[in-house]
């Protein structure tokens, strides 16, 4: 299929089982991004695919983008669990009936416990790209974070300098360089609030480990379900509630403009409503920005 330019699918389709299974016909102008300062054209035929227990995104012949479920891996580690990367292998092996093995690099991961927007290699040469332009920042990641504390300000840069605890598998958040740190640099903005939870927005300028969840809790906004950084309990499914919910970047080989959302997954997002981005909010909730 020719998605000819950026995908960005419709928040009214995500998740829906309209969205998941039919071409849905959306046109529209040409527009310009000012991030990345490409002309585009948005897809004839944008849709989501629901294929063995992967939901897609985007493909094309260089690359594919999927929605992370809560509590998978991305790419193998000691636990042997079975890794999203060798379900989407499979995936393609059977859509397109490949008879041997399926090249499919890891270009970037998520952690177990958070949702959202994974983007795989479908070729050696897109690989090798992508990871160029994810070292350099060419690559514009957007998350949505559901906090148990209300921040201060309801938009601000944090700028810490991180540590790692290998052993603990855990950040620490200074406020100064101390020795071994790596300095971690986010935007957030307050989206909406809830009697109990916050919607935060983050835009991420460094990408440490563990760098949102370690930089929210340093500011008492610790993402509700992740008990590692403070949160008081656990999530039913063990997840946390930070979701990937947009990428966008130029894509690798045609050049054209790749702007993608993720739904969110089931639980607490439903409290807010209207109030997430891309529904149209309450009057009395004023305007909600969006991860564009």
């Not at 004839?44 to 260089?62: K, M, R, S």
């Given at each position: 299929m020719d998605f000819r330019g950026v995908l960005s699918i419709r928040p009214e389709y995500v998740g829906s089982p309209a969205g998941r299974a039919a071409n849905l016909i959306y046109r529209a102008p040409p527009f310009?991004?000012?991030?990345?300062?490409?002309?585009c054209v948005q897809p004839?035929?944008?849709?989501?695919?629901?294929?063995?227990?992967?939901?897609?995104?985007?493909?094309?012949?260089?690359l594919i983008i999927v929605n992370k479920e809560p509590g998978e891996i991305v790419q193998g580690d000691k636990t042997g669990d079975r890794p999203l990367s060798e379900t989407v292998k499979q995936y393609i092996k059977e859509?397109?009936?490949k008879p041997g093995q399926v090249f499919l690099g890891v270009v970037h991961r998520l952690d177990r416990p958070v949702s959202g927007v994974v983007v795989f290699a479908r070729t050696s040469k897109a690989l090798a790209r992508l990871n160029a332009m994810?070292?350099?920042g060419k690559v514009r990641k957007c998350y949505h974070a559901v906090a148990c504390g209300r921040p201060a300000e309801p938009h601000r840069t944090l700028v810490h300098w991180l540590t790692r605890n290998e052993r603990q598998n855990k950040a620490y958040a200074h406020d100064r360089q101390v020795a071994g740190s790596k300095q971690a640099v986010l935007d957030y903005t307050l989206l909406a609030s809830s009697e109990r939870y916050h919607l935060l927005e983050v835009n991420l300028h460094t990408g440490r480990h563990h760098q949102i969840r370690c930089q929210l809790a340093a500011i008492g906004c610790v993402i509700k379900g992740d008990l590692k950084y403070g949160a008081r309990r656990s999530n039913p499914d063990g997840s946390i509630s930070l979701h990937a919910r947009h990428i966008e970047f130029e894509h690798p080989v045609s050049h054209q403009l790749i702007s993608v959302d993720a739904p969110y997954p089931e639980g607490v997002w439903k409290v807010f409503g209207e109030a997430l981005p891309g529904a149209e909010p309450p009057e009395a909730q004023g305007e909600v920005s969006g991860c564009r």
């Open positions: 310009f991004s000012p991030s990345l300062g490409l002309q004839v035929n944008p849709f989501i695919q629901q294929v063995n227990a992967v939901q897609v995104l985007y493909e094309d012949n260089h859509k397109y009936a994810f070292q350099q």
